[in-house]
């Protein structure tokens, strides 16, 4: 059962709940029992990076002529 991060609009409290996908609008806060909490989406696999880097580790303007 995949887990979830929330947060507490009332009370900022940061929990995390392990419910499936379709109770995710029922969670309430387990501090102050509301029932006003935002869905935090924390980033599992960010990937993209902002820049460009080559990687010419091997022959990269290192290979000169000889005779
Ligand atoms: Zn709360």
Known sequence: MPAYDF???RCENKF???ISISER???RCP???S??????FTPF???VKSGD???CDL???SKTKFG
């Open 31 to 33: 501090e102050c029992d």
């Open 59 to 61: 022959s990269c303007g």
């Open 7 to 9: 947060r507490c609009k």
């Open 16 to 18: 995390t709940v392990r």
């Open 35 to 40: 029932s006003s909490v935002q869905q935090l």
């Open 45 to 47: 696999a960010v990937t």
């Open 53 to 55: 880097s080559h990687s």
């Open 25 to 27: 609008d029922k969670v």
